[in-house]
Nanobody, 115 residues
Framework: QVQLVESGGGMVQPGGSLRLSCAASGNIFRFNAMGWYRQAPGKQRELVALIRRARIDYADAVKGRFTISRDNVKNTVYLQMNSLKPEDTAVYYC??????????WGQGTQVTVAS
């Protein structure tokens, strides 16, 4: 089992910045991928950014604005979000995938971008 605890969501004006954090604990020695998905009201959950064993993936909508990073000592992944837009408003979920292709999700943190 892997436990994920997210923090850092909130409300920000357009053009502003937020940083999300996700700390992993438990059986984290079978890392395959870790990152962030989001789900806006009435829409499907979508990939935002993902650190895999050999590469990093970003959704086209966030490239150049969001940066994902990982602290291996703290078992924490971060999502630095800059130049936020109203369309970035969503619940952001931390995601962890193991070598056995098991998926784990955080509880979600709300990000609201509004004037």
């Amino acid at each position: 089992q892997v436990q994920l605890v997210e923090s850092g969501g909130g409300m920000v004006q357009p053009g502003g910045s937020l940083r999300l954090s996700c700390a992993a604990s438990g059986n984290i020695f079978r890392f395959n991928a870790m990152g962030w998905y989001r789900q806006a009201p009435g829409k499907q959950r979508e990939l935002v950014a993902l650190i895999r064993r050999a590469r990093i993936d970003y959704a086209d909508a966030v490239k150049g604005r969001f940066t994902i990073s990982r602290d291996n000592v703290k078992n924490t992944v971060y999502l630095q979000m800059n130049s936020l837009k109203p369309e970035d408003t969503a619940v952001y979920y931390c995601y962890y995938n193991t070598l056995e292709l098991q998926n784990y999700w955080g509880q979600g943190t709300q990000v609201t971008v509004a004037s």
